[in-house]
């Protein structure tokens, strides 16, 4: 166990008295305090609106009411979902003065839960462009190594928890933005089943695409903030903690090596991690399978085309009145979406149907598909490209494509200082399943002890 | 893509070719089209029916 800790065991000593909300959120504002200046993980801070709130739920659970794992618990939200009262930008100077008058509906589950909100979180612009340098708000660093990419667009989420600013985070995942940089900094990522969770005020990507769901250091974690964003009843905790309980005994997992043995160029760390991940399921009773599904290439292009479509239409107003404001990277990305024509895209959406009714069959045999999360540990920042996603198919884009719930676990590091994750899929509204299978992986290789040097010493 | 596609491209989108007719932007957009062409190869079968608006699951 390391010794900041996670946002169970914070819950945990919270609920018994040991911590107060108080006490936790002034480590995660000491951590701030000391490291935001070189990691950038945050747009605006909120120090002094999050320590009243802290004081008044520890006030409340002294008198007996306490409201859950996350009464009390610093959590940080990426800065496209609105905040009443407070500046919500989506990283873009197209947005730079905008302060919304509600929260978004999870901002709200949040704090009904009881959470601390300690800050509006770094992004890439609109959730899409990036890494950039030309934007309203400097480029979130990567805490396992400055010089190497966070990942997006849920950058500030990834680092934020990383770095022990906040015990959990809100991040939202299109193509992959929750778990891309959930495995270069060495966190978990959910992205839940497509509309599981409402999305009212928060800035849209693609509509029919965009999911929003938690960041955290450990799975256990996104599933205690999974559950109160959900507002699951408790029937489905209970499945939770029984499918923890139990363990892969009896669970299939198809493996999807041609992703990342022919369709890829993946490096030899993201492979290695995936067969660990598959040793430690099979350890803990699980048949591992091997399973084929269309070209990445396909999937990809599926998605790039359903995307650009959207979001060309979400962004074409500004690109035609003042595309001088966005940064070079979003907005290139973000016109290429007018190079696609009606029918492509409604042939996009035919073909969605059919890759994903294929995913969804490859899951009547089996309970969860495993592949590689990244192509590599997290690459230089020298090396990042503004159009990469247009270069290459990503390893993740593939279940956004099926809208099925997908969770970014750590598996290890390369060579022993750069996070490697894996990437787990589970069945529609299957999150408790594939949580508690996740769990047997991070437990398994995970190293969860293991935090950045550059913010926790050695 | 020749100068006029590029360009017929951007005004039907109600888009200035004179603010975004980057080198940059070029490629991007050619990107784009290959990726259009990998997607017209994946075949259907007959009039497969399009994910709507919204994907949604039956819940168990």
């Known amino acids: 166990m390391s010794e900041f800790p996670t946002l169970a065991q914070a819950a945990s000593a919270i609920a018994a008295g040991r911590l107060t909300p108080s006490e936790v959120l002034e480590q995660c504002i000491g951590q701030t305090e000391q490291h935001d200046g070189a990691l950038n993980a945050h747009i605006t801070r909120l120090d002094e609106s999050a320590r009243a709130a802290a004081l008044a739920a520890g006030k409340e659970i002294a008198s007996g009411k306490y409201r859950g794992p996350l009464h009390g618990i610093p959590v940080g939200v990426k800065d496209i979902f609105d905040t009443a009262g407070v500046p919500t930008t989506s990283g873009s100077r197209v947005d730079e003065h905008r302060t919304p008058i509600r929260d978004a509906v999870l901002v709200r589950r949040l704090r009904d839960a009881g959470a601390i909100l300690t800050g509006k979180l770094a992004t890439y612009e609109f959730a899409f462009g990036g890494p950039s340098l030309d934007i309203l708000s400097p480029l979130a660093k990567n805490p396992w190594d400055h010089t190497r990419v966070t990942g997006g667009s849920s950058s500030g989420s990834a680092v934020a928890v990383a770095a022990g600013m906040c015990l959990g985070a809100l991040g939202s995942d299109t193509g992959g933005s929750i778990r891309i940089p959930a495995g270069y900094c060495g966190v978990a990522g959910l992205k839940p089943t497509y509309g599981r969770l409402p999305l009212q005020g928060v800035m849209p990507l693609a509509y029919s695409l965009d999911t929003a769901g938690p960041l955290a250091w450990t799975v256990q974690d996104c599933g205690l903030m999974f559950w109160a964003l959900a507002c699951s009843p408790v029937e489905e905790i209970a499945r939770w903690e029984s499918a923890r309980k139990a363990g892969a005994r009896g669970s299939r997992i198809g493996i999807i090596r041609h992703f990342i043995e022919t369709d890829t160029n993946t490096a030899a760390e993201s492979t290695e991690a995936v067969s660990a991940a598959a040793h430690a399921l099979e350890t803990s009773g699980a048949e591992v399978v091997e399973i084929s599904l269309s070209p990445l290439r396909d999937y990809h292009a599926c998605c790039l085309v359903i995307m650009l479509s959207e979001t060309f239409e979400v962004h074409r107003a500004n690109l035609a009145n003042c595309p001088e404001l966005y940064g070079e990277s979003a907005r290139e990305r973000f016109v290429s979406g007018a190079f696609i024509q009606a029918s492509e895209y409604v042939r996009a959406n035919r073909v969605r149907r059919r890759l994903s009714q294929e995913m969804f069959d490859a899951l009547r045999s089996c309970d969860a598909l495993l592949t590689a999360l990244n192509v590599s540990a997290a690459p230089p920042l020298a090396h990042a490209r503004k159009l990469a996603i247009l270069e290459g198919p990503t390893l993740t884009s593939p279940f956004n494509v099926s809208g099925l719930p997908t969770l970014a676990v750590n598996a290890g590091f390369f060579e022993d200082r750069l996070p490697v994750g894996v990437s787990l899929t589970g069945r529609a509204y299957g999150e408790a399943e594939l949580l508690a299978l996740g769990e047997i992986v991070e437990t398994a290789v995970g190293q969860r002890a293991k935090r950045p040097c550059s913010v926790f010493g050695s | ?60």
Do not use: K, N, Y
């Open chain 2, 1 to 60: 893509m020749t100068q006029e596609q590029f360009e017929f491209f951007l005004r039907c989108s109600g888009l200035s070719a004179e603010r975004l007719d980057t080198a940059d932007q070029r490629r991007a957009a050619e990107q784009v089209r290959d990726w259009v062409a990998r997607l017209m190869q994946i075949e259907l079968d007959g009039h497969a029916p399009a994910v709507t608006f919204q994907v949604s699951f039956p819940r168990e």
